[in-house]
């Protein structure tokens, strides 16, 4: 029902489109967007990173690009106390929680660089001015639209570990209606623990303006993967931190890989319908393909640094999502006043055949010594299929007073249908309707203090059985969830903003239960304070600063004493960072930054018996900025971890692998 729903809206925005009346011979110009005034600074969100034009990749600067501290990607650089995996102790990516270019996205495999170089995490205030948040947050990746005139950038970038990685990007204008924007990427990846990875990527994307007022977006973006191994987890045999594990050595065995397919396909299109009217739509088709995809494990871990060796092997998976929006928004402005009301319509179907799996136990090892275990027949079983369709329908309004506040709110109808074909035959069927809404409300106390307060429920997705699970790969079904939060932006500066807020966030629990299922074992409340500063201190020194404070409570009614721990798996209680960049102004073009990164002890088991110690992490960089010929060009060199600090990674319940050592980087960036 989705994919037709979403085929036609599109159709008849193409069509619309192609047949849209050109303007009436008295009206000789254009109707005006529908944006935001620009003279209400203290209405609008903080700064986001502006999405990098082909042709300016050598400005890159996500530390002085970046509008507060909650997380953005400019480019190559990550920065910020969340990312696309966790915003206030949740996933929004598994959630269900992304758009591209504003619009709602299901993505099976996120967009590459080629697509957007540029991503922004969005919570409390900066939420405001996005219809419809979400109780995670909201993941945004800033789209690449092709400009006008022709222009082009060139990558090449190398690390000490021989990770050799090329990007090349153009704009090339056909006409003054048509521009084409072409990609391609190559990365022969030399991993922590030597695994490699070599992948080939290309993008395609078109802007073609029918007519005025009229713009459409399709694009391709396909990367083939090639695996020759699998990255290494070790499972204790109890609930005890396990030894440091090694680095930079390859486990094995060498028959561990596995090649692999990922596509994003899509439209956009915006159309300036009539003055204060736009109507934006977009639908996409996102795709993963694996072939000989595996989970490499030693369990039963003891302190010796002995255990025994499982790889569990898949045979081919496909999961495909096709989803997309068609929101229609009406501008009215009332002298100081805006009101924007939008309508809109969202969908998706999503199509995933998992398991089947065969569990291969190569026997006992010593972590130092690399298995070298001969290929054996793998023995797949029958696999199973998951169907989700989900079809929501939505109005929102945005009310913006000049000086005096805003207010957003706004309702959902969505009715989600998810269907699971079992190996033995049967269905196992979950629906939901649901209700759902939003409302924030922000007040100008001053000019420069902004206050807000708002609520929002959802429904959202709840991931994938990790592959430690009896259950890997298995899609979970829907859950309600529901946030309260509130807080404050103040202007320091007239470039330096503090933004601090509070939220409480409930969700169902899911992790491993005793027969190694993942499902829900009870319910988590995330509790918790955050704050960012953002801003140039001097005209040479500018500093994002940011740090979240988090209660989590797991309640779990009926479980076995001790058996559920009160805090939930991968929870930690603190995290903090700092990232600044300086230009001496006595040596044109070169600058230095810094990033330092705190995070508290991390909850390693269900019982909350084990945890991972608290660490902090310090990388350093420089940048030279030159020309080359008539170019712009970047030299950019960092070491990631400088201090070379040991510790884990946390890869589910009682699985670690070791975090990635002391590594120096280098990239050669020109713009054409």
Do not use: C
Not at 9 to 28: I, R
Not at 193 to 211: C, V
Not at 536 to 561: E, R
């Amino acid at each position: 029902m989705t994919a037709p729903l979403l085929t036609l809206a599109a159709g008849l925005l193409l069509a619309s489109a192609a047949t849209a009346a050109q303007p009436a011979p008295n009206d000789s110009t254009p109707a005006a967007p529908v944006t935001p005034p620009s003279d209400e600074p203290d209405l609008t969100p903080p700064a986001t990173p502006d999405v990098a034009a082909t042709g300016s990749r050598a400005t890159e600067n996500a530390v002085r690009q970046a509008g507060d501290a909650f997380g953005s990607t400019v480019g190559r650089e990550v920065i910020g106390i969340y990312n696309q995996m966790n915003v206030r102790g949740f996933s929004p990516i598994a959630a269900g929680n992304v758009r591209i270019d504003g619009l709602y996205f299901d993505p099976v495999v996120p967009p590459s660089t080629r697509i957007s170089r540029t991503t922004t995490i969005r919570v409390g205030l900066s939420a405001l001015g996005s219809p419809f948040p979400a109780p995670t947050g909201l993941v945004d990746f800033g789209f690449r639209r092709p400009g006008d005139t022709a222009a082009g950038s060139a990558l090449f970038a190398v690390d000490a570990w021989g990770t050799v990685n090329g990007e090349v990007d153009a704009v090339l204008p056909v006409s003054s209606r048509l521009s084409l924007g072409l990609g391609a990427s190559v990365r022969l990846e030399n991993g922590p623990d030597k695994t490699r990875e070599n992948s080939f990527g290309g993008t395609l994307i078109a802007r073609w303006q029918p007519a005025a007022g009229v713009t459409l977006i399709p694009f391709v973006s396909l990367l083939r993967q090639s695996l020759d191994d699998h990255r290494l987890s070790f499972q204790t045999a109890s609930e005890f931190l396990p030894p440091l594990m090694p680095r930079r050595q390859r486990f094995g065995p060498d028959w561990v890989a596995g090649t692999g397919f990922d596509a994003n396909i899509g439209l956009l299109g915006d159309w300036q319908v009539a003055p204060q009217w736009l109507l934006r739509a977009g639908l996409f088709r996102s795709s993963r393909n694996r072939n000989g995809q595996m989970t490499n494990l030693v369990r039963n871990l003891q302190p010796d640094r002995t255990g025994s060796q499982r790889v569990i092997v898949d045979p081919p998976l496909d999961f495909a999502a096709v989803s997309g929006e068609v929101r229609l928004t009406r501008q009215i402005d009332d002298g100081p006043r805006r009101h924007l009301v939008h309508l809109a319509v969202r969908g998706r179907s999503g199509d995933r055949r998992f398991g089947g799996s065969d569990i291969v136990e190569l026997g006992p090892v010593q972590i130092d010594t690399p298995s070298r275990v001969p290929r054996p027949v793998f023995r797949f079983s029958t696999q199973q299929f998951d169907d989700v369709k989900q079809v929501t329908g939505g109005i929102a309004y945005e009310g913006r007073w000049l000086g005096v506040g805003e207010i957003a709110a706004g309702l959902q109808w969505t009715d989600y249908h998810k269907q699971i074909d079992l190996p033995g035959g049967g269905l196992q069927v979950t629906q939901d309707r649901l209700l759902l809404y939003n409302i924030t409300v922000s007040a100008n106390v001053t000019d420069g203090l902004v206050v807000y307060a708002g609520t929002v429920n959802g429904l959202e997705e709840s991931g994938v059985a990790p592959g430690n699970a009896a259950n890997r790969n298995e899609a979970l079904p829907a859950i309600r969830t529901r946030q309260y939060d509130a807080g404050l932006r103040l202007s320091l500066t007239d470039q330096i903003r503090l933004v601090a807020g509070v939220f409480d966030i409930s969700k169902p629990y899911f992790n491993l239960d005793a027969n190694n299922r993942f499902d829900v074992l009870g319910e988590v409340v995330n509790r918790g304070v955050e704050a960012s500063i953002a801003g140039p201190l001097t005209s040479s020194l500018s500093v994002v600063a940011g740090g979240v404070w988090l209660w989590p409570k797991v309640s779990a009614p009926g479980a076995a004493p001790g058996r559920i721990g009160n805090r939930p798996v991968g929870a930690i209680g603190q995290r903090l960072e700092f990232s600044a960049d300086w230009r001496p102004p006595f040596v044109p073009g070169v600058s230095f930054d810094t990033r330092i990164s705190y995070r508290s002890s991390e909850i390693a088991t269900v019982s909350n018996s084990v945890a991972i110690p608290a660490r902090t992490i310090v990388d350093l960089g420089g940048r030279y900025r030159f020309k080359l010929g008539d170019s712009n060009a970047l030299l950019r060199v960092q070491v990631a971890n400088l201090f070379d600090m040991e510790g884990y990674d946390l890869r589910g319940a009682g699985a670690y692998g070791p975090i990635p050592g002391r590594l120096t980087q280098a990239y050669l960036t020109v713009d054409f």
